[in-house]
């Protein structure tokens, strides 16, 4: 089996799927789309071709249960981050238990792990359906998963993203904003005419420190600790000798499972209201533009319960309850109404130039999906 899990990794590793999103003119996931759908046939599984963008493909396996018994999606992505820096990336390399390359960790090991309990799941006599969900676009705006989840529902579903085989309940959510200061524009020379926006946008800069020191100060999640916020981007004025007309800020705050999008916003709205009222000349916009909720999963939720007794069995260890201060599509699943829960192989390097995957782990989650399976799916 471990010699059957490296073969089916290096075959995805080998093959590129960088998200054009994130790197202009990225492989995407069409070839290697194929080299799932043509493998699930070829192992007798059910296979549909879900396209929620032209040229950006998922996959979705179908093990058709007798009837009766309860639905379990399994999900993982096959897009990649960029490969800059890296030697030979698309060409997997082992030493001992360690499948090097661009996507092992992140997240081809986790893929290869469900694509192997599908083909096993296809063997059982099991009354409810198994459906793997291989999606695009993970990496960038999880167009994949969005689409998936307004066509398949399931009884729960299990994410296998990168654990090193422990149990992932909770991860934080984000969102991104764009703060516009305004100014007026005029020569270098004519402080009677100018208005400096940058200058502006350090009162901004200002406040949403503070914003931070006191997200600091509320009480931490018990697993995610607190939530945070920090500048990322920043661009303005026109030239040197002129006082420039705009400023343009891009933040990203880091939230919490309670933390609504309503309440974040109401947080930055606040912070401008105050630097207008302490400044008449203060002139500023905010829009929101992604929002990616949080995610948290009870810990003594069925599915929680039954990975974390199935796991020990075969693993001869308890896994521990775990977070993650990542985003994952397992918050998209959660808020479909599914419930989910993160646990995937091991290995080091996710987006980092040197990346691999535990080979080990990689096969022994996959044998954990199929005792799953079988016991939730019976």
């Known amino acids: 089996m471990v010699g059957e899990a490296t073969d089916l990794l290096q075959r995805l590793v080998s093959i590129d799927s960088v998200n054009p999103d994130l790197v202009p003119n990225g492989a995407g996931e069409s070839e290697i789309a194929r080299f799932v759908a043509q493998w699930l046939e070829q192992e007798g599984v059910e296979v549909v071709v879900d396209e929620p963008v032209v040229g950006r493909p998922n996959i979705v396996g179908i093990v058709r249960g007798s009837g009766g018994g309860r639905s379990l999606l399994l999900n993982a992505h096959m897009d990649t ?15 001992g238990n360690r499948l090097y390359g661009r996507g092992a960790y992140d997240m081809k090991g986790g893929l290869a792990a469900i694509m192997l309990a599908t083909a096993q799941a296809k063997k059982l006599a099991l009354r409810g359906d198994v459906i793997l969900t291989a999606v695009a676009d993970e990496e960038f705006a999880s167009i994949g998963t969005q689409s998936i989840v307004k066509q398949w529902h399931a009884d729960a ?27 007026t524009a005029a020569h270098g020379s004519r402080p009677d005419l100018g208005r400096d926006a940058i200058g502006k946008m350090g009162h901004v800069l200002v406040g949403l420190e503070q914003l931070n020191q006191s997200l600091q ?29 705009q400023c343009t800020l891009q933040v990203e705050r ?10 974040v916003e109401a947080e930055f709205h606040d912070l401008l209201k105050q630097l207008r009222a302490a400044d008449a000349t203060f002139e ?55 419930s989910t829960v993160v646990f995937g192989p091991g290995g080091a390097g996710a987006h980092a130039i040197v990346e691999w995957s535990d080979l080990e782990q990689v096969k022994q989650c996959s044998d954990v999906l199929v005792s799953i399976t079988r016991s939730f799916c019976a």
């Not at 960029?82 to 060409?91: F, L, S």
């Not at 299990?158 to 200061?181: N, S, Y």
């Not at 880091?254 to 309440?263: A, D, K, S, Y």
Request: hydrophobic content about 45%.
């Open 157 to 183: 579903a299990i994410v296998t993203e990168p654990t090193e085989l422990q149990m992932c309940v909770a991860h934080k959510g984000f969102m991104w904003f764009e703060i516009v200061t305004r100014g």
């Open 81 to 95: 981050v960029g490969v800059t820096g890296m030697h030979r990336p698309h060409e997997p390399m082992v030493e």
């Open 254 to 263: 880091r939230t919490l499972p309670g933390e609504t999008p309503e309440l």
């Open 284 to 338: 500023a916009s905010l829009k929101t533009a992604l929002v990616r909720a949080p995610f948290e999963v009870a810990e003594d939720a069925a599915i929680v319960k039954l990975v974390q007794q199935q796991a020990s069995e075969l693993l001869g260890r308890t896994p521990e309850i775990v977070s993650n201060a990542a985003w994952m599509d397992a918050a998209l699943l959660s808020a479909a109404g599914i």
């Open 217 to 245: 100060t509320r009480p931490a999640h018990r697993l995610l600790g607190h939530g945070s916020l920090h500048a990322s981007l920043i661009q303005g004025g026109q030239e040197l000798s002129s006082y420039p007309e």
